[in-house]
Every structure is written in C-alpha cells, then in structure tokens.
C-alpha cells in the first residue's frame, strides 16, 4: 500500500507533538502515521525570542520498496 496521510498538529513550545489529527490520506496507512508522528520531535518556534505554540500540517508519505531479499 502507497500514499500519503496528512496530519494536523500542533508544536507545543517544547517542540512536542500536541493533538494530531488525520486530516486525509488512506485510512489503511491513518493508524501507522498517527503513531510515526508522536514520535517526532521538532524545534520550538520561537517569536521575540520565546517559543510559542504553533500549528501545522504535515505529509507522511509511505512508499513499498519494490527490491526483494
């Protein structure tokens, strides 16, 4: 199975993963970029110097490899 799952979320000021959403994507791939998400870590925004919370989407795009062993 191939696609894409985009995901809305948002980047709390310690750079965690905070309420993410399927927003579209293959409902078959939904449960395994929900879960690859949490796992992000990203650095916090920052306005004025300060890390601030912000949202976003982002795509996780799953491909089959076709090379066998």
Excluded: W
């Excluded at 916090?44 to 799953?62: A, D, I, M, R």
């Amino acid at each position: 199975m191939t696609g894409t799952v985009v995901i809305g979320l948002d980047i709390g000021v310690r750079g965690n993963v905070l309420h993410p959403v399927v927003i579209s994507g293959p409902a078959s791939l939904q449960r395994a970029a929900l879960d690859a998400i949490r796992e992000y870590k990203y650095r916090p925004y920052t306005l004025n110097g300060k890390p601030v919370q912000v949202e976003t989407t982002v795509s996780v795009p799953f491909t089959l490899n076709d090379a066998c062993p």
